[in-house]
Every structure is written in structure tokens, then in C-alpha cells.
């Protein structure tokens, strides 16, 4: 009963900080030249996604780990920030993803792999991004992989080490290969617009749950 109560309340620090972090991708979109919409799931979407995964985060690891469960969360109000901005604008803001990576190299240097490790991951995985992204607009004549998602795949690396972010990447690549399918089936179009960021970030999401 605590632990749930401790969920519950944490899921509310969440919806705050979801707010906060929807506040600031307003501003951040300013400062870009953007126009932030004002759709509902714009709107309400971070703070609702912040409360459940911060709840669930703190269900998991709890009052006794509360230093940890802290610093996953800065973590994962990166990542939803993340997906609704990429959503939004089909752009990961360097603003954000820049000092997330230096965090996470600090984090896994103190909590994680031996220090090169998460070093030597986050810059395989930003490198072989950065090779699809190339092959991808050389032989196809289009845009496959942005940058900021070579920049997302990096930061990954840097915070989920090896041989996790293996996982974090099938598991985004797979979510997004349906979702792909799917926007191309509601456009009836297979040159429908889509940003990979989100899909790679559940996927990030999803193994910083499983860590211990």
C-alpha cells in the first residue's frame, strides 16, 4: 500500500513536470522559428505521459531507491519530451538532446558499465545512425534518418550502455516499422512524413524500465 501511494504521488511530480517540460518545448519552439500547436494531445500529452511513466518508474524501484528513481526520471521527462516534440515539429532540438548526453555519460560513469564503456556505446550507435543516414539518403534520394535521430541513437548509447541499447534500438525500429506501415495505409501513401524519434525513444524507454 505505501509503495502504491508513493507511485501515485511521484505520478503526480510527473504530470508536473510533464507540464514543465511541455512549457519549455513551447518556448524551445519559439526560439526555432515553430509554431506550437495547440492540439489537445500537444497540450495534454507530456504531463499525461510523465504521470503514468513516472508512477510506474516509482512502483518499480520504490522509496528505497529513491536517488535512482530520481535520476531516471529527469531521464525519461528527456524522452517524452522527445516524442512529443518530434512528433510536433519532426525535430530533435540540440537545446535538449546536447546536455541529456552529457548527463548520461556522467550517470553511467557513476552508476553504470565501466566509464568507456557507456562512452565507446553511445558513439558506436550515434556512428552507425550516422552510416544509415547517409546510405539511406544516397541510395534512396531521401531523407531515411534525420540527424537528431543520429543524435538520439548516441545518447541512448551513453545512457543505456551495451548490450541494452541493442534491444532499445529492435524494439524502436520494430514499433516504428508498424507505425510506418500504418501512417502509409491512412495517407495511402508510402512517402507519408514520418519521424523515427518517438519509436526510438519508447525503445529507450522501455529498456531504462528493465534496468537494475
Same mark, same amino acid.
Given at each position: ?5 508513493? &507511485? ?47 508512477? !510506474? ?38 537545446? !535538449? ?9 556522467? !550517470? ?41 535521430? !543520429? *543524435?538520439?541513437? &548516441? ?35 508510402? *512517402?507519408?512524413?514520418? &519521424? ?17
Amino acid at each position: 500500500m505505501t509503495t502504491l501511494l508513493f &507511485a501515485l504521488g511521484w505520478g503526480v511530480v510527473g504530470a508536473a513536470a510533464g507540464w514543465f517540460a511541455r512549457w519549455g518545448s513551447v518556448r524551445l519552439a519559439r526560439l526555432e522559428g515553430l509554431d506550437p500547436g495547440a492540439r489537445p494531445w500537444q497540450v495534454y500529452g507530456p504531463p499525461v505521459l510523465a504521470a503514468l511513466l513516472f508512477a !510506474v518508474f516509482a512502483y518499480d524501484l520504490g522509496l528505497s531507491h529513491f536517488l535512482l528513481l530520481a535520476i531516471r526520471s529527469v531521464f525519461v521527462l528527456v524522452l517524452v519530451q522527445v516524442i512529443f516534440f518530434d512528433l510536433e515539429h519532426r525535430l530533435i532540438l540540440d537545446r !535538449v538532446i546536447f546536455p541529456a548526453m552529457g548527463l548520461a555519460v556522467v !550517470v553511467s560513469i557513476l552508476y553504470g558499465q565501466p566509464w568507456w564503456a557507456g562512452i565507446a556505446t553511445g558513439l558506436g550507435a550515434g556512428v552507425l545512425f550516422l552510416f544509415l543516414s547517409i546510405a539511406g539518403s544516397t541510395l534512396l534520394r531521401a531523407e531515411v534518418l534525420g540527424f537528431g535521430d !543520429v *543524435k538520439l541513437a &548516441a545518447f541512448m548509447g551513453f545512457l543505456l550502455g551495451w548490450p541494452a541499447i541493442v534491444d532499445a534500438v529492435f524494439i524502436g525500429v520494430l514499433v516504428g516499422a508498424l507505425a510506418a506501415i500504418a501512417v502509409g495505409i491512412w495517407h495511402r501513401s508510402l *512517402k507519408a512524413t514520418f &519521424a523515427y524519434g518517438p519509436y526510438l525513444a519508447i525503445g529507450a524507454l522501455v529498456l531504462l524500465y528493465q534496468m537494475h
